[in-house]
C-alpha cells in the first residue's frame, strides 16, 4: 500500500510539475530582455536573507552605490522562504536566498529567473569550480553566496579526545551519551547516518534510507537535544561536549572559546552551498542582477568570510583574506580542492519525499 | 421584547461579521476538510488527485503514537494543574476582598508577559548551566549538574507553568460563588472542617475544576512552541507535527487532516464537559 | 480573565465587609491554607523574576552574574529587529481591533434581538474557541489558494477573526444587562433601528465595547501562532522576532525588553483598577 501512494504521489507530482513547467515557460526561457542602460534608481528591491548573514548597513551600502532603494527581510530557514515563494504567484521579494538544492529544484519549477550574465561580469571572481556545482551547472539560476561543509564541532577537554568518524556521534562514549547534538532539519539529519554507512548522501535507496534511519532512532536517546541553531552556545556552556555543526557555526563557539575544535570526519560530509537567486516574478530584475554582482564583488563578499567566518566561492575575495583569521578559525582554511571532494547535496525532485519522511518519523520516534 | 425589533434589526447588523467570519473562518476551515482528500503538491500547496491516505495514514502507529502522547501529556498537565491551582483558588477566595484583587491580578500578571519570553525563561533555570542547577551545586546538593531540560517532564514543567492561571481563574470563580453560609450550616449541624469541605464545598466547585480543565487541556494539546524550545527537538506534540507538516514536510493535506483531527478531539472533550457541568448544575435542584 | 473579577458574588463581598472579623469560626481557614498559593506563586514568579534580574546584568552570559548595568536597555531600543516587529504588532492590533470592535458590536446586538440566535451566536463566539492552530494553517491555505499576498494585512485579517469573537461575547454580557425599555421608548417615538442603536444602545454599550476593544488589542499584541502562519517573512510582529530570537539564541536584550513589558502590564493594571475605583462608586 505505501508503495502504491508513493507512485500515485510521484505520477500526479510529474503531471503538476509538468503543468508548472508549461505555464511558466513563458518567463522561464525567454532570457529576458533585461535593459542594461536601465535606471536602477527608478527600481526598488526587496531581498530575503537568513538572519544576521550580511552586512548590516548591506541596504544602504548597495543603495549609495546604485541608487536602487533596498530592503532587506529575513527568513530563518530555507522551507520558511521556499513556502513562501511558492504560496503566492507574487510574495514581493526580489533577491532570494536558498540553499543550493532548493535553488534547483524552484529554478525546475520556473520560479526563478534565469540569470542575465552580461549584467553579473563579477562572476569572474569565482573559483572554476563554483561554476561547476551538481545543483546548478553554470550557475544559470543561481549565483553562490557561501559554501562550506558539515562536522564535528567539539570540546577535547570535554570529550577527552580528537573523534574521526560520525560513529562517534552516532554511537557516543557512554561519557558523552547526553551531551551531543545533532542537526534535525533537512538533509542534515540523515547525512551522518548515511555516510558513517557508507552510502551517497542523495540516495534514493529505500534499503540504505530505511538502514539510515533505524540508526539515528538508536542513536537519538543519546542526544542532549536535536539543536539547527544554537548547538555552538551549549558547547560554549558545556551543555554539549560534540555537535553536528555546519563549519561556519562551530567558528562562532571558537569565537567564544578557541579550544573548540572542528572535524570533517573520515566518512567524508556534504558540500552545501548558499545561493543568491532572482524571482521569476520579480520586476526590477535589472537591480536584481545588479544586487548578485554587487555581492560578487571581492571586497564586499570578503566581509562575509571576515564576519561570518563562512568560505566564500570567491577566489579574489579568499586570497585577500588575513592569514591570522585563518590561524584563529581553521575551517576558513578548508581548500577548494578539500571542499570539493564532499558531496554537494541536490535536489531529488519527488524522492525529496522520501527525506521528508524519514526526518518525521525519526523525530516522532521516542 | 417588540416584535419589530426582531424583524427588522438584525440582518443590516448580523450581516457585516457574518460574512466576514464566513468568508475567514468558514471557508479556510472547510478548504482544510477539503484538501484532506487530495494529494500533496511539492513544495507545499496541493494536488487535485482524491485520496483517503491522509486519514489512512493517522492511524500508523507513529502518527496514532504521538496523538496519544500529546494527549497523555496534556492530561498530565491538566491534572497538576488542578492539585496545584485548587488550592491556590481556595486560598484566594478565602482572602479579604482586597487582598483578593491583589492575590488575582498577581496570578494574571505573568500571563501579560510575552509568553516566548517566559518559556525561555525555563530554558535559563533548567540548563544543565542554568540557574537551578548552579544553585544545587552550590548548596553542595549535587555534584554533577542534572539533566532537566530537553525532557518531557520539562515540556510538561512548561506547559503547566504556561496555563496554570487559567486553571485558577474558573476555579476561584465558582468558589467564589459559593454561599458561606452553606459550610457553616453544614458546620453547625456538627460536619468537620474537612467533612464540610468535602461534601459541600468541593462538589460546588466541580464545574469551575471542569471549565479549568479545558482551559487547560485545549491549549495544551496544541502547544508547538514549549515542545520544541524546552523539548529539545526530542519528544513532539501534534502541534508540532501539524507545523513540521507546513514547513518542513510541506504535507499541507495531511498537516490538515491532523489538524482537523485535534478540533475535533478538543470539541468532542468540551462537548462532554458542558454536559457534564450541566447535570452537575441541574443535580442539586431536582434532588 | 477580565469577567473572573466581576463575577466575584456581590453578596458575600458585601457581608464580609460589613465586618470581617466576624466570620464564624467554621469559615476562619486552617492554619497553612496560604502556603500552597505562596509555592504557586513562587512556581509563577520564578523564572519572571530571574529574567529581571538579568536584565540588569553586566555580562552577555545569561548565566553568569558579573555586575549591574543597565546597558541592555539602550542596545534594546537601538534593536531595529525589535523596534521593526514592535511597530509591526502595534499596527496589527490597531487594524485588527478596529476591524473586530464594529462587526463584533453589531453582531452583538443582532444576535441580542435576533431569537433565533442560538447558531449565530455560537458561529460568532467560535473563533475563540477554536484552537489557534486550524485558524492559522487554515488561513495560510485560504490566503495561499487565493494568492494573498502575506504581509501584515493578512495577519490583521486573520487576528480580526478572533478578536470578532471576543469583542462579541463581551458586547453581548453587557448587552445583557441593558434596559430595553429606553430602545423601546425610542422606537415608540418613532426612531428608526439605525437611529435607535447610534443614538441609545451605543451610549449604554460604551463600556462593554471599550472593554472589548481593549481585551481585543491585548490578545493581538501577544498572538504567535496564527501571526506565525499568516505573516510574510518581512514584516515580523513582535512575537515573531522574539520567537526567532529565543531560537537563534537570546541575548540580553531580550531580559530588558520582557521586564519593560512586565512594567507596562503592572501600570496598566494600577491605571485600570484606579480608573474602575473612580467609575465603580458612582455605580
Known sequence: ?366 | MTSTLQREAPVPFLAPGVLFLIVFMAIPVGLLAFYTFFTRGRFGGIVFDFTLDNWAKLFEPLYLGVIMQSIGMALVVTVLALLLGYPMAYGIAGLSPKWRTVALVAIVLPFWTNFLIRTYAWILLLNNAGWVNQWLQGLGLVDEPISMLYTPQAIIVGLLYMYLPLMVLPLYASLQQLDPSLREAATNLGATPWRAFRTVTLPLSIPGALTGCIFVFVPAMSNFVIPELIGGGKTIMVGNLVRDQFFEARDWPFGATLALVLTILLVIVILVQNAVSRRLTEGPRRG | MADTTETTAPTTTAMRELDPDARPRAVRRPRGILVPLWLGYVFLYLPILVVVIMSFNDSENLFVWRGFSLRWYPELFADEKIMQGLVNTLIVATGATAIATVLGTLLAYGIHHFTRGGLIRAFAIAPAILPDLLLGIGLLTFFSLLSFSLGLQSVILAHAVFATAFVTAIVLARMANLDPSLEEASRDLGAGPVRTFVRITLPQLAPGIVAGALLAFTLSIDEFVIAFFTTAPTQPTLPIVIYSMVRFGVTPEVNALATLLLLVSIVTVIAAQRLTRLTGSDR
Not at chain 1, 213 to 223: C, M, N, V, W
Request: overall charge negative.
Open chain 1, 1 to 366: 500500500m505505501p508503495t502504491m501512494r508513493r507512485i500515485a504521489t510521484a505520477a500526479a507530482g510529474s503531471l503538476a510539475l509538468a503543468l508548472a513547467a508549461t505555464s511558466c515557460s513563458t518567463g522561464g526561457d525567454a532570457t529576458e530582455t533585461l535593459d542594461p542602460n536601465a535606471d536602477l534608481s527608478e527600481q526598488t528591491l526587496t531581498v530575503s536573507i537568513w538572519a544576521d548573514y550580511y552586512p548590516e548597513d548591506l541596504a544602504e551600502q548597495f543603495e549609495a552605490a546604485t541608487g536602487v532603494k533596498t530592503t532587506i527581510v529575513n527568513h530563518t530557514t530555507n522551507e520558511d522562504i521556499v513556502a513562501k515563494l511558492t504560496a503566492s504567484s507574487d510574495p514581493g521579494i526580489d533577491v532570494a536566498f536558498v540553499s543550493g538544492q532548493y535553488a534547483q529544484a524552484l529554478g525546475e519549477q520556473g520560479i526563478l529567473a534565469k540569470l542575465d550574465k552580461s549584467l553579473i561580469p563579477n562572476e569572474e571572481n569565482l573559483y572554476p569550480e563554483a561554476l561547476e556545482l551538481a545543483y546548478d551547472e553554470g550557475n544559470v539560476y543561481s549565483e553562490p553566496y557561501a559554501w562550506g561543509t558539515t562536522g564535528l564541532c567539539y570540546r577535547p577537554d570535554l570529550t577527552g579526545y580528537d573523534p574521526t568518524s560520525w560513529n562517534d556521534l552516532l554511537d557516543p562514549k557512554p561519557e558523552l551519551v547526553g551531551k551531543t547534538t545533532m542537526l534535525s532539519t533537512d538533509r542534515w539529519l540523515s547525512m551522518p547516518a548515511l555516510k558513517a554507512a557508507g552510502h551517497s548522501l542523495n540516495t534514493t535507496d529505500d534499503a540504505e534510507l530505511e538502514e539510515a534511519k533505524a540508526q539515528l532512532i538508536e542513536t537519538k536517546p543519546t542526544l542532549l537535544a536535536y539543536d539547527d541553531t544554537t548547538f555552538y552556545s551549549k558547547l560554549v556552556s558545556g551543555e554539549a561536549a560534540m555537535v553536528e555543526a555546519w563549519d561556519g557555526w562551530c567558528n562562532y563557539g571558537i569565537a567564544e572559546d578557541p579550544s573548540i575544535k572542528f572535524v570533517v570526519p573520515e566518512e567524508g560530509a556534504d558540500l552545501w552551498v548558499d545561493t543568491m537567486t532572482v524571482l521569476e516574478s520579480s520586476k526590477n530584475k535589472e537591480a536584481a542582477m545588479a544586487f548578485i554582482d554587487y555581492i560578487l564583488d571581492p571586497e564586499v563578499q570578503t566581509w562575509v568570510a571576515e564576519n561570518i567566518l563562512y568560505k566564500v566561492p570567491n577566489k579574489a575575495a579568499m586570497e585577500a583574506l588575513d592569514p591570522a583569521l585563518i590561524d584563529s578559525y581553521p575551517t576558513l582554511g578548508i581548500t577548494v580542492d578539500e571542499l570539493t571532494q564532499q558531496e554537494t547535496i541536490v535536489d531529488l525532485g519527488e524522492d525529496t519525499v522520501k527525506y521528508v519522511d524519514l526526518n518525521a518519523e525519526v523525530l516522532a520516534t521516542n
